[in-house]
């Protein structure tokens, strides 16, 4: 109500012209609203505004700053570097201003949640053990588990903070960085290895077509992957049992129902127990890159650093 922030351009147009007038601190916290969620809509639920509201207020300061603050796409938003230069600017003054008025306290910021979404296989067997000292002093989390794509588009939504990705994501709307290489394996339980471990190896793959297939989804995608990678050639058979997560797809395997292929740190304990053995053991395995992709400007709680920077370090030893 008459308190303002003043918000200079870089550039003058040609011409004469006025100096751009200050900008209404509600526009300021909307702006940075959309910068940090990546989104109008999002925006608007995190401000209890409606997404319209949102878009004129933006467009206004737009015009009173004569400056492109977000690139418009498909999903979400993209900040210009207008718009990362003047976050920097007005970030930790609205932020203090907030805590000042009792709209939101520095101690509640940092208190907030960390939204975590990913694959249920990778969070739960090696992501969250990783992330077990940092909920010692105290982090919050909230996990999603679920399939790429779809976790990807609701992190664009704003509604996750950090997501483990299985590719790389597409689009300028996240940034992504690689996170770990899981390397595939072929495995099955003893029982099967000494029927047909010597068999693979002189006559082919050809043989695995006698073992029943233990596999994730219908159409094979980690075993068709394998199967052109390590034997050159196309996979010709069908699944006997499809689980939709792979500790199901591991558990099904040690217990001598068949074989699979698998990422090794998930089955790292049983490959060293003898639970499972090793079908085939080539010089280049198949790789899959997995990445870690948040919002740009997506730093309102400081505890999202965190979180990426521990999950990227232990990264290095998955």
Known sequence: MGSTLAVVSHEIPDGPAAPPAPADLNLLRTFLAVYRSGSF?????????????????????????RRELFERLPRGVAPTTVADELAARVAAPLDDLAAATGQGTL????????????PAELLCTVALPALGPLLAQ?????????????????????????????SR????????????????????????????????????????????????????????????????????????????????????????????????YLCADEL????????????????????????PGAFGNPQVARVRDHLLEAARSW
């Open 272 to 295: 060293a127990s003898g639970a499972l053995v090793l079908l085939a053991d080539p010089e280049d395995p198949p790789i899959n890159t997995s990445f870690l992709a948040q919002r």
């Open 41 to 65: 809509t999002a925006a608007a639920h995190l401000l209890g505004l409606s997404q319209p509201t949102v878009t004129t207020q933006i467009r206004s300061l737009e015009r009173q700053m």
């Open 169 to 264: 994501p597409r689009g300028r709307t996240l940034t992504a960085v690689p996170l770990a290489d899981e390397e595939f394996v072929l495995v099955a339980a003893p029982v099967w290895a000494e029927r047909i471990g010597e068999r693979l190896a002189a006559d082919g793959p050809g043989v695995l077509h006698e073992v029943p297939l233990v596999t994730y989804a219908e159409d094979l995608p980690i075993v068709r992957r394998y199967w052109r990678h390590v034997f050159g050639r196309r996979l010709n058979c069908r699944a006997a049992v499809t689980v939709p997560d792979l500790r199901g797809v591991r558990a099904a395997v040690a217990g001598g129902a068949g074989f699979s292929v698998l990422p090794r």
């Open 138 to 166: 105290g982090v919050r989390l909230r996990v999603t588990t679920g399939l790429t794509d779809a976790l990807l588009d609701e992190l664009r939504a704003g509604r996750h903070d950090l997501v483990v990705a299985t």
């Open 107 to 118: 101690e509640e910021t940092r208190a907030e949640p960390v939204h975590l979404a990913g």
